[in-house]
């Protein structure tokens, strides 16, 4: 039998469990207080549903579940391997949430604001070190075009990341409408847009200088290219500035409006930022783009934006929706590097010397649960040696029932 | 695309979601509270620790993954279902316990008693109405053999019941080691037990006759037969009597001492009586086996014993085991049907006409979620119908930001 656990998964150690107890629960906490709702879906989804949706290369990253019985020998008889599944894992929450609501409308609110904390699973190539096991935490509006719901889930996610104790972070934030406009008068084609964005996208990867050869390759006009080019290298640069080279006033506007607003409710905590340069790799964003990126660790926590077209997959009319995703687990690595003694709540032992005093134990026991978590112990051959070990796992406290039913208390 | 979940599974609506939260919430408190720890395995194992495991008929429910890429092509190639997959989903939660402990036992406490709430899957037949993902939640100690862990596990699970306001139910209590000394004394041999174990479990499903007839076609001694079933007739009975028909005192009084003392700690809030037909299906359980019957609905609500000889085929050595499992679902659904309201906490919306009001709005809604859950929604057309439904979802007072800048507050 093999011990470890299959490759791009985790066992997790009591203090990494409790750690992610304490991320969800405070992050869940603090989207219901303003008013968000959770929902489960199940990890098992129709094998059509998964393969036909709007993944990109998450398609390629399925695991898929086999048919069984009957149905399974007739598969494996016809030899197509895409006969063999019924079911897959899902690799993301927004495909489910989109059937959910689809499926429960009538018993949902509207707009709906809607919680998702939950595992997905994908295939990823073990080598590269990436988890094919893990946690996303989504917050999502649908049935609203309202820029409220931009300014609501920006500060409702950074609420969630300071609670948990993340700060100095800033959050970027485009419109690809406002971006896409930029690329016309720069003077892209409508139809090059969605190519281009796909390229730009990979600018902290490959550098301007890659994007303009991935550009050049794509055989886009060279000096379009080069116009580009030399906007990019120009930013960051404002809104204004925009505005002399974009006619799109109603996005950039409303753009202006979540900065501000969302800068004033930050009361100096964190900023929000106009960035040109941001796209996000989803292919089914459709308006805004945003994306909060922690100072300390130089790296994106949570990223999310607009797609009005994606849930009406589903059913008969197209509803508008916007999300945000904290990454959890990059943020529950940085605070499992951190050790910032969060989860250092008191703890009380009751150690018996003898079985027959387990009922005077436990009523001491629950005494103290009234205040410390407390767990129960008979002595070990070697007390010293066991209580130490307690100690090194954060039990301060320990009464002992001795012998001669004396009760001695000591802290750690 | 389809819109409903994968059959077996289901979609949770808020209030649902909401009352599953509650309930892993509080059972993980309580536990954590008496000293238990939490711990996360993967869903996904191993397919061959899932097919060599004591599962049982489970083994025949194993969702199955299928390998990807080139070792797919291959696997197809030899026509071979059985080497289509490399993972399966974990069907209990026991089997990844044994594997984590093997993997992880220097980094852990000896006895570790340790916390599992999380998904199982299982592929039922859909037709039975039975769950193919549902949850598992259950406390196990590993490490030790004494009966401290039965009374702890006893008293725990108990009060987990007790504190998400389940009552009326009684624990009952056997041990597999003194019901087979009855059967030898009654005339079984000792290679028929665990035959003879399989039949008298059914008890409660085909009676005492059922049981007798299937020990019939079994081909035991009909005289054996007729004595044993005599006295299962006059059950219930004492251990005393029990005393007066086997020789094994030492599990006798053991079983004696747990019921003892678990009575006296319940106070008289439940009672732990011996149930000489307790059996428990798993074929692992060595000695004592437990059940929570709940008498308002007439069903099993938890269920657990002791395992000595499971946990060690992953490592060298033997490590003895006692578990507790309450059935989650089951009592999820007893408590929706019972709509026991204890989910209503207060909850406040603050309605913005206008959306240049949603900074005024936000910070409105900040003041209130000092105290409560507070949702925001920019009015819709018809304000009135719209409040309806809220109150519906159990709002109950609306901060409404009028046109021209008053503020209504009203409880509903």
């Known amino acids: ?108 609110p509207n707009p709906f604001k809607v919680i998702q904390i939950d595992k ?9 070190g990436r988890l094919r096991e893990f946690m996303q935490c989504d917050i999502d509006i649908l049935g609203s075009k309202s820029s409220v719901c931009e300014i609501e889930l920006i500060f409702t996610t950074a609420k969630a990341l300071l609670n948990i104790g993340i700060d100095n972070f800033k959050i970027k934030i485009n419109d690809k409408r406002v971006l896409k406009d930029i690329l016309l008068t720069t003077g892209f084609k409508e139809e090059e847009l969605d190519s281009v964005c796909i390229s730009f996208d990979k600018l902290n990867k490959i550098q301007a200088e890659g994007v303009a050869r991935e550009l050049t390759e794509k055989g886009f006009d060279a000096k379009v290219i080069a116009d580009f080019m030399e906007l990019v290298g120009n930013a960051p640069f404002s809104l204004d500035y925009v505005k002399t080279i974009s006619n799109n006033k109603e996005y950039i506007e409303s753009l202006e409006n979540i900065i501000d607003v969302s800068n004033r409710l930050a009361g100096g905590k964190y900023s929000v930022e106009y960035d040109m340069t941001l796209v996000r790799g989803q292919g089914y964003y459709t308006g805004t783009v945003f994306e909060i990126e922690s100072l300390d660790f130089n790296s994106s926590i949570a990223g999310g934006g607009r797609y009005d077209n994606l849930i009406g997959k589903f059913g008969k009319e197209q509803v508008p929706a916007v999300g945000f995703s904290i990454g959890f687990e990059r943020i529950f690595s940085i605070l499992m590097e951190r050790q910032s003694g969060l989860m250092e709540k008191p703890k009380k032992v009751v150690v018996l010397y003898d079985e027959n005093q387990v009922e005077e134990a436990i009523m001491r026991a629950e005494e103290l649960r009234g205040e410390y978590s407390t767990a129960l112990y008979v002595k070990p051959k070697k007390l010293g040696k066991f209580l130490n070990k307690l100690e090194e796992q954060g039990y301060d406290g320990f009464q002992i029932l001795g012998r001669d039913e004396d009760v001695r208390f000591f802290e750690g």
């Open 120 to 128: 997905v699973y994908r295939a990823e190539r073990p080598q590269k």
């Open 1 to 108: 039998m093999k011990i470890t656990p299959v490759k791009g998964t985790n066992d997790y150690l009591p203090a990494q469990a409790e750690l992610r107890d304490y991320l969800q629960k405070t992050i869940c906490e603090t989207y219901e207080n303003c008013g968000f709702q959770r929902i489960f879906t199940p990890i098992l989804e129709d094998i059509e549903n998964l393969d036909k949706s709007e993944g990109g290369e998450n398609l390629n990253l399925i695991f898929k579940v086999m048919k069984r019985g009957e149905k399974l020998n007739k598969a494996i008889a016809t030899g197509q391997p895409d006969q063999i599944a019924d079911m897959g894992l899902r690799y993301d929450l927004t495909l489910p949430l989109s059937r959910y609501y689809a499926n429960n409308k009538a018993s949902l």
